[in-house]
């Protein structure tokens, strides 16, 4: 006999209790319901795996702002699309936006979708998106793809693999392009304009610029610098993160500020290398540069450079090579 049933009562749910039991699913709550009539450890036991089956039902969300690099599954080296994907889950539905680069521009395109709890299936319905032979945005052709993707969570992080397929009609002429999108909150949104952005504070130790070694500064001379942007900056310190914009190929870079070396070789990935470092208040302009310590197995060195200004936030793409080193001004805002 129960304590209940002995006592002659039974016990009255508060508010608060009734708001919790709302908020599961039906089988969860015939567990409660079956843990009552047991004994008191083998009860609390009961809701303990209760309250665990109802904290992993709430983990099967796909809300939030996820971050990868589509590669287009193609024989040759194509255009690949740096995206970010925010999607806002209510019930089963989902809707948000895909943003994403095609070579230098920004692209932003609603999407819809579905999102499967039991199967960790989101299905993204049909939309529009560049063709990636377009030869550029202003000249680009659409091409309509819908999206398959598993979710899959683990202690450090949670990912969407999938990838975009086209319609039954062009499905020989365009290729699918993978995708594994990262959920995170580090990075601040892809932006076409530089705009203001709430960021973390950043607890990076300070990187100062300091020689290195003379053979590898005398190598970083012999190569001619591109130009590729001049920014202009109002802080004395600036945040960097770097990565790979295309296939993981193994590229190594250096990064050179005012021609001293403030990052030794790195290899470059999906995953940010981050640093901070303090700009020369005495000059007029100063140069961040990046260095190719190798070409990969696919030339040249591409990577995505994210700046941030205080709160402001900058995105670059830089190119070098084994004869040029892609070269960022930045000019102290007065």
Same mark, same amino acid.
């Given at each position: 006999?129960?304590?209940a049933?002995r /006592?002659g009562?039974r016990?009255v749910?508060?508010?608060g209790n009734v708001?919790?039991?709302?908020?599961?699913t039906?089988?969860?709550?015939?567990?409660? #319901?079956?843990?009552s &009539?047991m004994?008191?450890?083998i009860?609390?036991a009961? #809701?303990?795996l209760f309250?665990l089956?109802?904290?992993h039902s709430?983990?099967?969300n796909?809300?939030?702002?996820?971050?990868?690099v589509g590669?287009?599954q193609?024989?040759a080296?194509y255009?690949?699309?740096?995206s970010?994907l925010i999607?806002?889950?209510?019930g089963?539905?989902?809707?948000g936006?895909l943003n994403y680069?095609?070579?230098d521009?920004?692209?932003?395109v *609603?999407?819809? &979708?579905?999102y499967?709890?039991?199967?960790r299936? =989101?299905? =993204?319905?049909?939309f529009?998106?560049i063709y990636y032979?377009?030869?550029? =945005?202003?000249?680009?052709i659409?091409?309509?793809?819908?999206g398959?993707?598993?979710f899959?969570?683990?202690k450090t992080? /949670?990912?969407?693999?999938? &990838?975009?397929?086209?319609d039954?009609l062009h499905?020989?002429?365009?290729?699918?392009?993978n995708?594994?999108?990262r959920?995170?909150?580090?990075?601040?949104?892809l932006?076409?304009k530089?705009?203001?952005?709430?960021?973390?504070?950043d607890?990076?130790?300070?990187i100062?610029?300091?020689?290195e070694?003379?053979?590898v500064d005398?190598?970083?001379?012999?190569r001619?610098k591109?130009?590729t942007?001049?920014?202009?900056?109002t802080?004395?310190?600036?945040r960097?993160?770097?990565?790979?914009n +295309?296939?993981?190929? &193994?590229?190594a870079?250096? =990064?050179?500020l005012?021609n001293?070396?403030?990052l030794?070789?790195s290899v470059l990935s999906?995953?940010a #290398?981050r640093?901070?470092?303090e700009?020369?208040? *005495?000059?007029?302009?100063?140069e961040? /540069?990046?260095f190719?310590e190798?070409l +990969?197995?696919?030339?040249?060195?591409t990577a995505?450079? #994210?700046?941030y200004?205080?709160?402001?936030r900058?995105?670059i793409?830089l190119?070098?090579?084994l004869?040029?080193n892609?070269?960022?001004?930045?000019?102290?805002?007065?």
């Open positions: 006999m129960t304590n049933k /006592s009562r016990s749910p508060t508010a708001y919790m039991l709302a908020t599961f039906l089988s969860q709550a015939k567990l409660l #319901i079956f843990c &009539g004994n008191r450890k009860q609390a009961g #809701i303990l309250l089956m109802h904290s709430f983990s099967q796909v809300d939030g702002h996820w971050y990868g590669i287009v193609a024989n080296e255009n690949n699309y740096m970010e999607l806002k889950q209510k089963k539905t989902v809707s936006t680069y095609f070579m521009s920004l692209v932003k *609603d999407v819809n &979708g579905n499967d709890v039991q199967a299936k =989101l299905t =993204l319905k049909p529009l998106m032979l377009s030869p550029n =945005l202003k000249n680009s659409d091409c309509t793809m819908s398959d993707f598993i899959m969570a683990s992080e /949670s990912v969407l693999l999938g &990838g975009l397929i086209s039954a499905s020989r002429t365009t290729p699918p392009i995708f594994r999108f959920h995170s909150t580090d990075t601040a949104k932006v076409v530089d705009e203001p952005e709430e960021i973390e504070k607890t990076t130790k300070v100062v610029a300091v020689p070694a003379v053979q005398e190598m970083f001379a012999q001619s591109v130009f942007k001049e920014l202009e900056v802080g004395s310190t600036i960097l993160e770097l990565y790979d +295309g296939e993981i190929d &193994g590229d870079v250096s =990064l050179y005012n001293k070396r403030i030794n070789s999906h995953k #290398i640093l901070t470092v700009l020369d208040q *005495d000059k007029e302009y100063n961040i /540069s990046m190719a190798n +990969g197995t696919i030339p040249p060195n995505a450079l #994210i700046l200004d205080g709160k402001t900058h995105e793409f190119t070098s090579d004869s040029k892609a070269t960022l001004r930045l000019k102290r805002k007065k």
